[in-house]
């Protein structure tokens, strides 16, 4: 299968402590996004890339969230002292440009809960 | 933030009615897509329709959009129990077309 894979698909931790995320994007896609949602809500924009470099990020992602994309491929999402509000779940997408539509292909997702 | 909201929130449906969802957002855009999500799960693009069409069809699902209006809405007909999911709008921003904004969501429930 070569799909937009993350890993974990669940992580449980406590407050305070920090987490990171990978996702591995469909191998031929140079974008790479990360989302968040809540529950009952639709995901919002955090961040992408282009190959390594990472183009915009929301006011969404504050200083204790860093990603990265350090060869272009895969990405990791840490977030450092975590809080009871980053319980979400997050999403990464890739996607190649292609005639200007941005369809973009979601992997599973990373749940996170934080106790 | 949001772009903009879907109608309804959720929507109850017999297996082989239509549904019928509609999303309403507020800027500019190149185009607007579709995607499904089933709970606690990745979404799965369904269609794409671009600023200079006003319908697309895709098996059994059918897309408009009103630029106008700033609305679309997807027509799922004869509606299956798999069909259960919730169905979000995403649009790009017409000058920055490098992110999606989605929708709220139409939570469909079908029952068989």
């Known amino acids: 299968d070569t799909g937009v894979s993350q890993d974990p698909r669940h992580k449980i931790t406590k407050r305070g402590q920090n987490v990171t995320f990978r996702c591995d994007p469909i191998s031929e896609h140079n974008r790479l996004y990360w989302y968040r949602q809540t529950l009952g809500q639709g995901p919002e924009f955090l961040t992408y890339f282009q190959n390594e470099a990472q183009l915009e990020k929301s006011r969404l992602l504050s200083d204790r969230f860093s990603a990265e994309r350090p060869k272009g491929s895969f990405s990791t999402l840490e977030i450092q002292r975590t809080e009871q509000g980053d319980s979400a779940m997050y999403l990464c997408a890739s996607s190649t440009r292609t005639s200007g539509s941005l369809r973009q292909y979601f992997g599973p997702g990373t749940r996170l809960t934080v106790t | 933030s949001q772009q903009g909201e879907e109608d309804p929130q959720a929507l109850s449906i017999q297996e082989g009615e239509n549904a019928t969802m509609n999303c309403s957002y507020k800027?500019?855009?190149?185009?607007l897509q579709w995607y499904r999500q089933n709970s606690g799960r990745g979404l799965v693009h369904l269609i794409l329709i671009r600023s200079n069409e006003r319908e697309k069809h895709s098996g059994r699902l059918r897309v408009t959009l009103d630029t106008s209006k700033k609305s679309s809405s997807l027509l799922i007909t004869a509606s299956r129990a798999a069909d259960t999911a919730s169905y979000f709008c995403?649009?790009?921003?017409?000058?920055?077309?490098?992110?999606?904004?989605f929708g709220t969501g139409t939570r469909l429930q079908v029952f068989p």
């Open positions: 995403a649009t790009d921003a017409r000058y920055n077309t490098d992110k999606l904004i």
């Open positions: 800027t500019s855009i190149n185009n």
